[in-house]
């Protein structure tokens, strides 16, 4: 399941526990309890990975990082762990790098500890296996998180990559948001009527929990502090966001 992310205000957010968050949550469960293989928790764009990621990694004080353009080479994967544990680093070489990574992560005398790696599809191959010898060499428990398309694409170009993936253990495919997710996340923004409800289950199904709470984010707005959503303040939303009655079929049919 996935948490919906309902912004507040300019910055801030909170979290309606939504079925891709369960299951976010016994994946990472999996991982802790059998750290020999790492966990792959993948999706299309949009359906709650990142929020429910951060938000059960604050829970667990696990490490959480997301491999940006500047972390897709082995220097730059080693630097985002090391940054993600807490810690700085000033080293240049990949050995010292390797090294820090891996004594930032190993156990010691405490539980083993918990690395989480969003958007792994940007990592490059060199990088992906650099990951999986710190993993195995830290004997850390380790979560694997990415664009579903993205990962495919990138088997297909590279078999390399496939014996890398034979090594995860647990897999989580992510889908779009369940009715009763769409229900759930619609009644944390106050929505009334059985029209509105129905007319979110039926957008968020074809859409994601993304566009969900951006449609709910903008009808909140519209309506102003008087009363609840209706479902005249989602189709207004809903023109403000994509300008097209046309297209009003995707949320009343």
């Known amino acids: 399941m996935s948490e919906a992310l309902k912004e507040e205000g300019a910055s801030a957010f909170r979290f309606v526990d939504i079925s891709a968050s369960r299951e976010i949550r016994k994946a990472m469960d999996v991982a802790r309890e059998i750290t020999k293989y790492p966990v792959l928790i993948s999706s299309k764009p949009g359906m709650g990975k990142t929020t429910a990621l951060r938000h059960h990694a604050r829970k667990l004080n696990a490490h959480y990082c997301e491999v940006g353009h ?81 990962l495919a694409r990138t088997r297909i170009h590279d078999s390399a990559l496939d014996q890398i993936v034979s090594r995860l253990g647990f897999r989580v495919e992510l889908g779009v948001p369940l009715e009763e997710d769409c229900r759930d996340i619609a009644v944390d923004f106050n929505v009334e009527g059985a029209e509105a409800y129905q007319a979110l289950a039926r957008f968020g199904r074809q859409t994601s929990v993304r566009d969900l709470v951006r449609l709910l984010v903008f009808a909140e707005k519209l309506r102003g502090q008087s009363c609840g959503i209706n479902l005249h303040h989602l189709k207004a939303a809903f023109l403000t966001i994509y300008g097209s009655k046309r297209d009003l079929k995707f949320l009343v049919g």
């Open 70 to 150: 500047a972390d897709k080479t082995v220097k730059g994967m080693l630097k985002m762990i090391i940054e993600a544990t807490g810690f700085g680093t000033s080293y240049r070489f990949v050995k010292d790098l390797s090294d820090t990574a891996v004594a930032r992560l190993y156990p010691g005398y405490r539980s083993k500890q918990l690395l989480i790696v969003d958007e792994v599809q940007n990592l490059d191959l060199s990088a992906f296996r650099e990951l999986l010898r710190i993993h195995e060499e830290a004997d850390c428990a380790l979560v694997l998180s990415g664009n579903d398309k993205r």
